[in-house]
């Protein structure tokens, strides 16, 4: 059965794992380390743990917070959520105290169960709240907060498919945090049509680094890969070297991961004298989270003798969008076509649709959009308009039906009276030998906006900010070129591998002096030297 025939057969996300149990109970679920867990091992312990929460005072309709990182505790916690028809919120154990406490309070959690076992974070996050240990029917070890016996339930849509599967929060570039409401019908959606275009079977063994508290990580790597009874290869913390090991080791069919984490992979190969690298069972790796330059691109495929594909989606379309085919490999870094069942439109400042080739903000529409924002009304209707068009907030143009980012709309940098986008000066900056990653960002300035460039460089490189703008200086117009250049020991990332701009402008300021009005906020970071 394909992704999306499983899909199509199943009204909620609860009902993949009792359909493969029923179908090979003994086939491997989940891989994590040493330890392996089949379909009928993961059925019979999501229904325990279902069990357990309705014991503590879960009801319908509750929020249940998890505060963990990739483990098999996780996957199971998430699903029996699920099965109660309450909303899992999945949280990053590495966020901090007041993130933590931020999402907490908003969705108003009934109940918060942490990962102490497989997470130090989660421990800490949970020793703090005062939760208490438990083990989870011989899985793994966790912990249990204190009842909120004054939380009040949310109603339950009639119909299944409508009903919310995950409160998934993001803090975009307002710095504060924003639930959206993801329903079974939108996990399935998605999860059913990118396995298909990625012909996802039950022989695959599909690496998940990028976080289950990640839209892309949830949907996209643990849905998708269960939906088609494949092996789901759980890790916590990416790390080039044990995932090129596990790459070889483990059989790994299927990468998916942002450039930051091919950028490194390829570093630590080449360094290691190990390129090309060696991982005969790998069929696919695909690029999704953050843009993808053509540096990376190349780089990436000489050093697998794979073709990286390109995806893109957002945390409110669940997330997946376009994806490049199989069967169409390309050369650029289109991020592909829309997926079936989505329908897209570009629109320019004036709110009519741009001219062929042109670029414009990207709206869409299909079954993958969000429910809305949770408690946030006005900015649910400002997000998706009467007719279910959803704004984006991402600039594309679109050539032969593909589609190109040019980046984020409030992103934008105007210099000089021209639009200057980040996204294709971080491409140049990145095609440096010298260079790992780049991010690129405007400050105000007088008549307009400076460009800010901060760079990360391959270790013992002797390349210089001067080195740098020369090598820019060759590839891009004047208005395009950056003011100023920050050489930085290492690019702050957040756990799902995309870069954290809204930690840029306070890392110029500590290193520089310089005052920088960013877009995104600002908060501090404690790595980086010029």
């Given at each position: 059965?394909?992704g ?9 996300i ?9 179908q ?9 380390g ?17 069990g357990?929460l ?38 990053n154990?590495r ?8 999402i ?10 942490y ?16 939760a ?8 793994g ?49 998605v999860?059913g049509?990118s396995s ?13 680094v ?6 892309l ?14 092996q789901v ?5 990416f ?39 060696a991982s ?39 997330p ?18 829309m ?8 629109v ?31 900015e ?12 984006t ?18 992103e934008m ?49 002797s ?11 060759r590839?891009l117009?004047?208005y ?7 050489v ?13 701009k ?29």
């Amino acid at each position: 059965m394909t992704g999306i025939e499983s899909a199509c057969n199943f009204t909620t996300i609860s009902q993949i794992v009792g359909y493969w149990a029923a179908q090979a109970p003994d086939r491997v679920a989940l891989v994590e380390g040493v330890r392996t867990f089949t379909y009928g091992e993961l059925y019979k312990s999501i229904g325990t743990t279902a069990g357990m929460l309705q014991g503590a005072g879960v009801r319908p309709g509750d929020r249940v917070m998890i505060v963990c990182e990739n483990c098999r505790e996780t996957v199971v916690i998430f699903f029996a959520i699920a099965c109660i028809d309450a909303w899992p919120v999945i949280v990053n154990a590495r966020l901090s105290d007041r993130e933590i406490d931020d999402i907490r309070d908003h969705s108003d959690a009934r109940l918060a169960v942490y990962t102490i076992g497989a997470s130090r974070h989660a421990r800490a996050h949970g020793d703090r709240h005062g939760a208490v240990g438990s083990d989870l029917s011989a899985l793994g070890q966790i912990a249990i907060g204190p009842l909120n016996k004054t939380s009040m339930t949310e109603a339950i849509d009639i119909e299944a498919p409508q009903r919310v599967a995950a409160l998934i929060y993001t803090t975009g570039t307002t710095g504060r945090p924003k639930g959206v409401m993801l329903t079974h019908g939108n996990l399935l959606f998605v999860a059913g049509v990118s396995s298909a275009i990625r012909k996802l079977n039950p022989d695959d063994r599909v690496y998940a680094v990028l976080p289950m508290s990640h839209i892309l990580g949830l949907t996209g790597v643990l849905v998708s890969t269960l939906l088609c009874g494949a092996q789901v290869h759980l890790v916590a913390r990416f790390d080039p070297a044990v995932a090129l090991a596990a790459f070889r080791r483990e059989g790994i069919t299927i990468v998916i991961g942002t450039p930051a984490m091919y950028s490194m992979l390829v570093e630590y190969a080449v360094r290691k004298k190990i390129a090309p690298i060696a991982s005969p069972s790998l069929r696919l790796i695909s690029s999704a989270g953050a843009p993808l330059d053509t540096a990376t691109k190349a780089v990436t495929e000489n050093t697998f003798h794979l073709t990286l594909h390109n995806g893109y989606g957002i945390t409110e379309t669940s997330p997946t969008l376009t994806l490049t085919r199989l069967e169409t490999p390309r050369a650029d870094c289109s991020v592909g076509r829309m997926v079936p069942g989505v329908a897209a439109k570009l629109v320019g400042s004036n709110g009519l649709p741009v001219a062929p080739g042109e670029t414009g903000e990207l709206f869409v529409r299909g079954p993958g959009v969000m429910k809305g924002y949770y408690k946030a009304l006005a900015e649910t209707e400002y997000a998706i308009d009467r007719e279910g068009w959803f704004r984006t907030g991402d600039l594309a143009r679109i050539e032969d039906d593909h589609f190109f980012i040019v980046g984020r709309n409030k992103e934008m940098i105007i210099r000089f009276g021209f639009n200057v986008y980040p996204a294709e000066i971080e491409s140049v900056l990145n095609a440096h030998p010298d260079v790992i990653c780049s991010a690129v960002l405007g400050r105000k300035a007088e008549g307009g906006e400076e460009i800010l460039a901060f760079v990360e460089l391959k270790g013992h490189s002797s390349a210089t900010s001067d080195d740098l703008a020369k090598h820019a200086a060759r590839q891009l117009a004047a208005y395009k070129r950056p003011s100023k250049y920050f050489v930085v020991a290492a690019l702050p990332l957040s756990p799902a591998g995309k870069i954290i701009k809204s930690a840029l402008p306070a890392l110029a300021e500590t290193l520089a002096g310089v005052s920088v009005s960013g877009r995104s906020g600002s908060f501090g970071l404690e790595s980086g030297t010029v």
